[in-house]
DNA sequence: GTCCAGGATCGGA
DNA sequence: TCCGATCATGGA
């Protein structure tokens, strides 16, 4: 994607359908990404901050540099992965697939930082996205760095491992306080190796990353996919159990190949487009009957 | 009041 | 190995 540097600003050359801001920043992978009332997305990602909205032929970013976009921005809205090819090949696999595929084609997997999206998802557990996102937004402010511009940035894990379950009372994480610290603790002490999970087999990670309180299967796999980059990992939650229900009956979640992580945010973003097909007891509508031709 | 949410852990069958 | 209860919290 061409890219260019222009009044302060940077200018990527993008169609939506390639890179989709909303898509990428409200499919539930992140949860400190807001969008303002003039459509300009604010979020914060390893202590900066940035502005980033879409026209139709570009995305805009603000409050940024050339060189902090190039060495940074660039890579976590991975940039140089080409979607547009994996879209196409997962568009081949069936009907089902395709069907969620072009309902997502510009949303792209983020490069976020490990320990953010550890914390993220330990905090998810049995929780619903708007209190995720409150959550972490009140942890933020109580306890990391303030930035030039006002925002916070998500504090360390040597932060966190200095907390009690007391201090952490504010942030009303209930009784996922304990395993947030636990981890902090663990890796601020050295007795868990987080930077050492990125040169690891993936299968070898998930058992490493499931060593820790509060991390089973399915916070693993998010670990994995969002903060690793293994777009082979594949989330499944209580969304994407109806969904597999309805869309792939019968089939496994490791049949979806190098790209499962991906397929698997296509899936999930459909199914919260359209809870209402997967809930059990859906009015008849053309989409379900699409759905049922499926199979 | 009940049910649910990007689940994991624990004890008992 | 599998299954159900339990875990805080707040919105619907």
């Known amino acids: 994607m061409n890219a260019v540097y222009e009044n302060g600003k940077i200018l990527l050359s993008a169609d939506a359908s390639i890179f989709n801001l909303a898509q990428t920043l409200e499919c539930g992978q992140c949860f400190r990404w807001e969008c303002a009332e003039d459509g300009a997305w604010h979020g914060v990602s390893s202590g900066k901050a940035l502005r980033v909205r879409q026209t139709e032929q570009q995305i805009i970013f603000e409050g940024t540099t050339e060189e902090e976009f190039q060495t940074f921005w660039s890579d976590y809205f991975d940039l140089n992965t080409d979607y547009e ?17 072009v309902s997502a084609s510009g949303l792209r997997i983020l490069r976020q930082e490990p320990w953010e999206t550890l914390c993220s998802f330990i905090l998810s557990q049995n929780n619903n996205i708007p209190r995720i996102k409150k959550i972490i937004e009140t942890l933020c402010s109580c306890f990391g760095e303030k930035l030039p511009g006002g925002e916070y940035s998500f504090p360390s894990a040597e932060v966190i491992a200095e907390l009690s379950e007391e201090d952490l009372s504010p942030i009303k994480c209930g009784f996922r306080s304990k395993y947030l610290l636990d981890a902090a603790k663990k890796i601020a002490e050295g007795k868990f190796d987080l930077h050492a999970i990125e040169m690891m087999p993936t299968e070898e990670a998930r058992k490493m990353l499931t060593m820790l309180r509060g991390v089973g299967p399915k916070v693993a796999e998010c670990v994995l996919l969002y903060g690793f980059h293994r ?29 499962a992580g991906i397929a698997q945010q296509y899936i999930y973003y459909y199914s919260r487009l359209h809870p209402e097909l997967f809930s059990g007891d859906a009015p008849e509508t053309s989409t379900s009957k699409e759905i049922g031709a499926l199979s």
């Open 85 to 101: 090819r994996i879209h196409k090949k997962l568009c081949e696999r069936n009907a089902a697939l395709r069907l969620a595929a």
């Open 231 to 259: 777009l082979e990992a594949f989330p499944v939650d209580v969304w994407m159990t109806r969904a597999m229900t309805g869309l792939f009956p019968g089939e496994s979640p490791d049949s979806f190949g190098e790209y």
